[in-house]
């Protein structure tokens, strides 16, 4: 390890962009800035209504651009110079449609407008119906090619979106060449990447969105996309074969965005991963400790040697993937469509009236901000009973376990003194409940879980929410340091990539910032969420059967 060796990692996140430049040697926060996407923000190209959520490219490469030199303007020449590495996560699965040249369709003349040719977020379920013929479809198989996805295909991966956007969009059907990862896409740019056929994808998200497997020698073979939808027949061959981990890295910045940045050729782009993969990192992760990055959504990381995981298959969570969080480890994924996303819902909806009836903006924004907390405090003083309001938290359907985007939320048992503070602590409850399932299905299927790292937004500003997911879970929680978890697992495997470190564990023992807080589970309070786990499960079965019996 070189002594003056900074590196920067960029968070592309939901509704911003963050670069986060650090001392390699440390860790150590230099600068940092953040972009927030103005079309996305203006609510362009979404349709909530039919869950149809996408984001222009524009929005990312001008904050690519902002955040890194604001960066380096807050660092200083001396500091720029110095800059050895850049690797960047993204959210997933987000992918966009591409040209030969890797460049994406809404960057094209004709195209500019058009939401089938933008990244498709993660949180949009508009391929639902795509996702269920997928597994349908899969069953004919003698290989099991969904095996090392946990079984079930979802609405938020890749294959569903692709198709999806296929059948819908003939003008797209006739100019599309390939289908790439926003994780893949923006080191790509970063490079001058002109021929798709040489994109370095990586396995983080090939193998936990794409069905990509060693065993499978890539993806699965052309017949099994062709005989599933023909429009799908000889996509495999525009896509890849091979992919790396993220400590490797792709290549040197190009001349054209050294001179944007005002950085030197010489810094390398490391391999693209998805955010709370190199979350869990800069949260530093430790085997069987599952680590939450608890968001709009939740993304739950767990990394195990591969001598001891060995044959073992989880069924249900968003796949299993050799070196997809750390190299030579097994990385496992679940997560939650809605947690943060719940909660905004519910201060949305009691908001609506002083949006709507009430001309000052300036106090609607302060009053808005304040809802969330007054209710954390107001629902924390309430004593906790068996009996009472009781939710479900698939207000975005279910990711894990068993993903099902069709499931809805739920809010029942309520009564005339239901107020807003309680109702909240229902939902509150639901998404801790959600977590426990989680945890359960690892368990239950052989992989144990030793404890708890929370990381996020959530995790450090609500301790409301995180006692209540210590005593619901029965297992302390500690709280990373770091508001940028992500980020700075970008900067760590940055620095990895540049060679500034052997491996990635190395540069986690260097540069992370340790925890600030644990939260252990109160007995007491643990005994009666227990029952009411029991309640919230029986609650989930009787709407599951009951959604799919309506879908039926």
């Known amino acids: 390890m070189q002594n ?3 590196v920067i990692g960029v968070d592309f996140g939901t509704d ?63 500091i720029a110079s110095q800059i050895k590495g850049i690797s960047v996560d993204s959210t997933g699965s987000t992918p ?102 040489k994109m370095k994808r990586g396995v983080c998200s090939a193998g936990h969105k794409s069905l990509w497997a060693e065993e499978f020698a890539g993806l699965p073979p052309n017949d099994f996309f062709a005989s599933l939808d023909p429009l799908l027949d000889g996509f495999r061959e525009r896509l890849f074969a091979k992919t790396y981990t993220a ?33 869990a990192v800069g949260g530093q992760i430790e085997p069987y400790h599952l680590s939450k990055v608890m968001g709009t959504s939740t993304c739950d990381i767990l990394v195990a040697p591969l001598d001891e995981v060995k044959d073992k298959l989880v069924k249900g969570i968003c796949g299993q993937v050799p070196g997809s969080v750390i190299p030579g480890m097994m990385g496992m994924e679940a997560g939650q469509s809605a947690f943060g996303d719940a909660y905004a819902w519910f201060k949305n909806v009691l908001a609506w009236p002083l949006q709507h009836l009430l001309n000052n903006n300036e106090f609607v924004e302060g009053a808005m901000d304040k809802i969330i907390p007054e209710l954390s405090k107001q629902a924390d003083t309430f004593p906790l009973e068996e009996m009472g309001e009781l939710a479900m938290d698939w207000f975005n359907g279910r990711r894990t376990p068993d993903a099902n985007q069709s ?24 998404t801790c409940f959600g977590a426990k399932a989680i945890v359960d299905r690892f368990v239950d299927q052989g992989i144990p879980v030793k404890g708890l790292i929370g990381l996020g937004g959530v995790a450090r500003k609500s301790p409301f929410i995180m006692q209540m997911m210590a005593d619901v879970m029965g297992m302390p929680i500690r709280i990373h340091k770091s508001e940028q978890t992500c980020a700075l697992g970008a900067a760590m495997f940055a620095a990895t990539a540049s060679g500034l470190y052997a491996k990635v564990e190395d540069a986690m023992d260097a540069m992370g910032h340790g925890f600030e807080n644990e939260y252990i589970p109160q007995k007491e309070r643990s005994i009666i969420y227990r029952k009411r786990y029991e309640r919230y499960k ?3 079965n009787f709407i599951e059967q009951q959604t799919t019996t309506v879908s039926l």
Not at 29 to 56: D, M
Not at 419 to 428: G, L
Request: net charge negative; proline share 4%.
């Open 4 to 6: 003056n060796a900074y």
């Open 538 to 540: 029986t609650l989930g």
């Open 247 to 279: 400590d490797q890295p792709i290549g040197k910045i190009s001349k054209e965005w050294a001179g944007k940045l005002g950085l030197s050729e010489k810094v390398v782009i490391g391999i693209g991963a998805f955010d709370c993969h190199m979350g």
């Open 96 to 197: 966009i449609a591409v040209d030969k040249t890797g460049t994406p369709l809404s960057l094209l003349p004709g195209f500019e407008e058009n939401p089938n040719a933008m990244f498709v977020l993660w949180k949009d379920h508009v391929s639902v119906m795509e996702a269920n013929e997928i597994n349908q479809h899969a069953t004919r198989f003698e290989t099991d090619y969904l095996k090392y996805v946990g079984g079930i295909y979802s609405s938020e991966w890749f294959w569903a979106k692709l198709l999806h956007v296929l059948r819908a969009d003939k003008k797209l059907r006739g100019s599309i060449f390939s289908w790439v990862e926003h994780c893949d896409w923006v080191p790509y740019l970063l490079t001058g990447g002109q021929d798709v056929g």
């Open 16 to 78: 911003s962009v963050r670069s986060l430049l650090v001392d390699a040697t440390n860790g150590n926060e230099i600068a940092t800035a953040v972009f927030y996407y103005p079309r996305w923000k203006a609510g362009l190209y979404c349709n909530p209504s039919v869950n149809q959520f996408r984001q222009h490219p524009l929005d990312h490469i001008e904050g690519l651009e902002h955040t890194i030199k604001a960066c380096v303007k807050q660092a200083g020449d001396a």
């Open 407 to 430: 499931l809805k939320g739920v809010l029942t048992g309520l009564s005339l003194a239901s107020d807003a503070p309680r109702i909240f602590r229902s939902i509150v409850e639901a």
